[in-house]
């Protein structure tokens, strides 16, 4: 009896450090992606290169050479002056307004008419206020209106009577961005593909910037985790490669090039798993295509009734909402994982690395790791 005791607290001695090991290198990860010096990983304060970067050295100390594929965007930018006085209070970017993602600059006063009181917008010129209770998710845009709109906190400008605005956008053109390529060879030159997008939607002015935890340096981790994992065991029959697509949050523009510029054939994609949004998931995981990959799906479904790694895999069609669309439009067999539940940070200055729960980290961890293995 103590012979068994002694073994198992042996066993959950080693068993515990195994599996916590695998989220924390996924959540130091996700901790320097999320980390102001990476100005939330859009095109203001080079972001994006200075996350490419990083990425890259983490794909070397995992012993795979990190490949650099760049391409040529279009992003308008908030990188300067972002604030509203109104009355005599400076509203915060982020925090208590956001803008229209293609908004040109602006440098103005307005003074509010008696009705804005009542009503929940007001036009001057080009200019649109909105007044919200709820701010709406940052976006980004890759060009710019000849007009701007920006969205306050209804309880900062309800009670003024006017207020200064003052944007800076600028509208950078053959800017240039990566997506990273890690490959592992196996047996076979057919692959099996690992995506997620490490790119997010940048600042909003000089002191706002918007973390990404959830959308997608959950997903990032992820997939460098994944590598990290197979980089240890021994090679697969098929090879891996693990992409992590830049310019996502413009309009799928990083996964979109690369379609096009492959760097294998794409007919020799077996599978192709992206991860977007892994924040959440107390219930469960979405997978895009599931309805339609119907073996692919069954197959998920199957590892998971046999060691319940998350509460429930729900299905649905086809969705442009992330990297794997261009490859399904193009004939490759592409799954897209996100999470359900209650963590709903999206798109704020709030989505960040302290806060993110992660619940099923470990059980999509597994799942996508048996899945690769073997389906
Ligand atoms: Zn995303």
Do not use: W
Not at 278 to 305: A, H, R, T, Y
């Amino acid at each position: 009896m103590l012979k068994k005791l002694f073994i198992l607290l042996f066993l959950v001695a080693i068993y515990a450090p195994l599996t916590a090991q695998n989220e924390d290198y996924a959540r130091k990860i996700l901790k320097t992606l999320c980390s102001p010096e990476f100005h939330g990983r859009g095109y203001a304060f080079g972001g994006d290169s200075l996350a490419a970067e990083y990425l890259c050295e983490e794909f070397k100390l995992l012993g795979i050479k990190p490949i650099m594929q760049p391409f040529a965007l279009t992003a308008n930018v908030f990188d300067k002056d972002a604030y509203i006085v109104a009355g005599k209070d400076t509203l915060k970017a982020g925090r208590d307004f956001v803008v229209y993602p293609a908004n040109q600059s602006v440098n103005c006063n307005i003074k509010f008419s008696k009705d804005f009181r009542k009503s929940d917008s007001m036009q001057v010129a080009d200019i649109t206020l909105f007044a919200v209770d709820k701010l709406p998710p940052q976006g980004i845009a890759d060009h710019q209106n000849k007009s701007a709109k920006f969205y306050v906190s209804k309880a900062l400008i309800h009670n003024k009577k006017r207020a200064s605005i003052h944007l800076d956008a600028q509208l950078k053109h053959g800017y240039i961005t990566h997506n990273i390529i890690g490959i592992i060879p196996g047996e076979t030159d057919t692959f099996k593909v690992i995506t997620g997008h490490y790119d997010h939607v940048g600042t909003l002015g000089r002191d706002a910037y918007f973390p990404g935890a959830h959308d997608n340096a959950s997903g990032t981790a992820m997939v460098m985790d994944l590598a990290r994992e197979f980089a240890n065991m021994s090679p697969q029959h098929y090879s891996l490669a693990f992409i992590l697509f830049s310019g996502e949050e413009l309009g799928l523009f990083g996964s979109y090039y690369y379609t096009r510029n492959p760097y294998f054939p794409l007919s020799k994609i077996k599978t192709l798993i992206n991860l977007d949004m892994l924040g959440s998931g107390d219930e469960g995981i979405m997978v895009v295509n599931g309805s339609v990959l119907k073996d692919e799906f069954d197959f998920l479904v199957n590892i998971n009734n046999t060691n319940n790694y998350v509460p429930i895999i729900q299905s649905r069609g086809e969705a442009a909402n992330s990297d794997h669309y261009f490859f399904y439009k193009k004939g490759v067999k592409s799954l897209y994982i996100y999470t359900l539940g209650t963590y709903k940070e999206y798109h704020n200055i709030y989505d960040r690395a302290e806060i993110i729960p992660m619940p099923a980290y470990n059980g999509i961890f597994n799942l996508v790791k048996d899945f690769v293995t073997d389906f």
